[in-house]
């Protein structure tokens, strides 16, 4: 059974950092790209950044470029998720999320996942 489970959620100030984690299990993690998603209450959920499955290719939605870091390391099924200078509007549930299939322009929809975790809550203050 495939567990995708987020921590590191937090409530910080504006300008300040979070890392997030994800740690997945039941499936042969280097075999998927991983993305990060976030939803803010009344909005869509949205594609922040993703990883191809070797970690050489990334992406990152330009409201984030400059800001956040992913990365991943595949010995400990594990897929990172560095904040910093986060702004208010950065307050959403952080989603982990593994798929099969890889975009060079972009993180892809929604329901090209395959699994997902249950989300991180992370709230930046002004």
């Known amino acids: 059974q495939v567990q995708v489970v987020e921590s590191g959620g937090d409530l910080v100030q504006a300008g300040g950092s979070l890392r997030l984690s994800c740690t997945a299990s039941?499936?042969?993690?280097?075999?998927?790209?991983m993305g990060w998603f976030r939803q803010a209450p009344g909005r869509e959920r949205e594609g922040v950044s993703c990883?191809?499955?070797?970690?050489?290719?990334?992406y990152y939605a330009d409201s984030v470029k400059g800001r956040f870091t992913i990365s991943r390391d595949n010995a400990k099924n594990t897929l990172y998720l560095q904040m910093n200078s986060l702004k208010p509007e950065d307050t959403a549930i952080y989603y982990c999320?593994?798929?099969?299939?890889?975009?060079?322009?972009?993180?892809?929809?929604?329901?090209?996942?395959?699994?997902w975790g249950q989300g991180t809550q992370v709230t930046v203050s002004s």
């Open positions: 999320a593994a798929k099969v299939s890889w975009r060079n322009t972009n993180c892809g929809t929604v329901s090209e996942y395959h699994y």
């Open positions: 039941g499936l042969t993690f280097d075999d998927y790209a």
């Open positions: 990883i191809k499955w070797s970690g050489d290719s990334t």
